[in-house]
């Protein structure tokens, strides 16, 4: 069996010298949904930047869905690895909402047909369907989070990436959105500060810090230990 | 950046470089065309300034090509300026005088607008922007036209990095099935359909955008008018400078004038 996200060894610098990841090691079973935490600047996101091959591997490896991220790979690699952006607004690009969430599917060269069903399909999974011709432009921040799930839905991702989904929601939203994250049934890794989602949905964490996986085990043991959190400025609850 | 001319009366000096800088090209623009004398002049006080700005040669010059464009622009003077003919040759229906005034013109604009372009980028590359900005408030400037100035360049990069993250989100989404089965990528017309919204998508959002600019600087009292803490005096010896040289431009200029 293939892991669906295999990361071994992985550093990486920005070109200003900074070095954002150390020799991070990282595995996800197919079907997983893993919490990934940690401070601001701790690498979350350059070790998500890495999945889809936005950022280009430096030392060490990164395999998803059986696909080694590389140059000659990265369009499969892209259409297997759903990535979700913290802000909605740069994923929501499109004048409106089909557009957007049509972008993934006539990039890939689908049929006009397939490339609506495809839509339906997606915007169905997020219940937004009635948001079609909308201008994504004037919809709510809970709202452009669902569609910009859906942008990636309509890929049929192997693996979900979100970075922060529930940031900056209402409580409502919130829920609403926490009730989507555990009906999708992709594979996902999910950096987020909101620990009581992740107590109610992942039973895997991962803390980050410094550039290095720090801890890594089931949610339950890892949210229980106020040293390893305090240690590494997370909130105990 | 990494550079020490002027650094001595630094924090005073750039009310200084600016007027200088200016007076170089305003010199250079007023300067006639073929008067050599006064271009040899203005390149060793442009190659001096090069040199003492401790920028590097390389840097100033490769930057400086940033004038070509400019000296496109001034192409038809070969063949429009009348005067006697030193070539002629035909393209189709239309045959194209080259003329020796035209040949004059031409070189004589090409290299003013190289001259200038080193003294700015020295400028730009030794000040600060905001030394620039409050230079730029000395010498009387309208404010409103420094405030736009000042803000352009305080949202300017906040406006790439946004560009960068839409074009970053829209490769996250350029992927490849995993059977070939059409052509990847979409129609031509599709693409500059979806680089048009993007366009449009960051044109909408730097418009919200500069609305709370706008509220968050009204909220904090801002009422039309940029006040600033009353700058440090501009050092004797600056004034010194500046004073030399612009009587030194003002010479170069008399002597192209003259000859």
């Known amino acids: 069996m293939h892991h669906t996200v295999e990361v071994t060894r992985l550093s990486f610098a920005y070109p200003d010298g900074h070095q954002a990841l150390r020799d991070v090691t990282l595995s996800i079973a197919p079907g997983e949904k893993v919490a990934l935490l940690g401070p601001n600047g701790a690498g979350k996101s350059t070790l998500i930047l890495h999945l889809n091959g936005i950022l280009k591997t430096q030392t060490g490896s990164v395999c998803v869905a059986g696909l080694d991220v590389n140059q000659k790979n990265l369009g499969r690699v892209r259409a297997a690895v759903g990535l979700v952006f913290q802000n909605p607004d740069d994923q929501l690009f499109s004048p409106t909402v089909f557009d957007d969430v049509a972008f993934g599917p006539i990039y890939q060269g689908l049929k006009e047909a397939d490339v609506r069903s495809r839509v339906d399909e997606a915007l169905a999974a997020v219940r937004m369907t009635d948001y079609r011709r909308r201008v994504s432009h004037h919809l709510s921040t809970g709202e452009k989070k669902r569609i910009a799930i859906a942008t990636v839905l309509s890929m049929r991702p192997e693996i979900l990436v979100l970075d922060e989904p529930t940031a900056g929601l209402d409580p409502r939203a919130r829920r609403s959105l926490i009730n989507l994250i555990r009906e999708l049934p992709q594979t996902m890794l999910v950096a987020t500060h909101d620990i009581r989602m992740v107590m109610e949905l992942f039973e895997r964490s991962v803390i980050m810090d410094g550039g290095q996986v720090v801890a890594d085990g089931p949610s339950t043991q890892i949210l229980a230990d106020a040293a390893l959190l305090d240690a590494h400025g997370l909130e105990v609850y | ?259």
């Open chain 2, 1 to 259: 950046m990494h550079a020490h001319f002027l650094d001595p009366y630094r924090d005073g000096a750039s009310p200084v470089k600016l007027p200088l800088a200016l007076a170089f090209i305003v010199t250079a623009a007023l300067l006639p065309p073929g008067a050599w004398p006064a271009y040899v002049l203005l390149f060793a006080v442009a190659l001096s300034v090069v040199i003492l700005s401790g920028l590097g040669l390389g840097y100033v010059y490769k930057r400086a090509l940033l004038a070509a464009p400019f000296v496109l622009a001034a192409l038809p003077l070969l063949f429009t300026v009348q005067g006697p003919a030193l070539l002629s040759f035909d393209i189709g229906p239309w045959t194209l005088t080259l003329t020796q005034p035209g040949l004059v013109r031409f070189v004589s604009v090409a290299l003013k607008s190289w001259l200038s372009v080193q003294v700015a980028i020295v400028l730009a590359a030794t000040t600060a922007f905001p030394d620039l900005l409050a230079a730029m408030r000395a010498l009387r400037l309208p404010r409103l036209l420094v405030a736009v100035v000042g803000l352009m360049w305080r949202y300017l990069f906040v406006l790439v990095d946004e560009v960068f993250r839409i074009m970053r989100a829209r490769d996250a989404r350029s992927g490849a099935p995993a059977e070939r089965a059409g052509r990847i990528g979409g129609s031509i017309p599709w693409r500059a359909k979806v680089t048009g919204g993007m366009a449009g998508n960051l044109m909408l959002r730097s418009f919200d955008r500069s609305e709370r600019i706008y509220a968050a600087m009204a909220s904090r009292g801002y009422d039309g008018e940029v006040r600033g803490l009353p700058r440090p005096p501009v050092p004797p010896l600056a004034w010194a400078a500046l004073a030399a040289g612009l009587l030194f431009l003002l010479l170069i200029l008399l002597l192209g004038l003259v000859s």
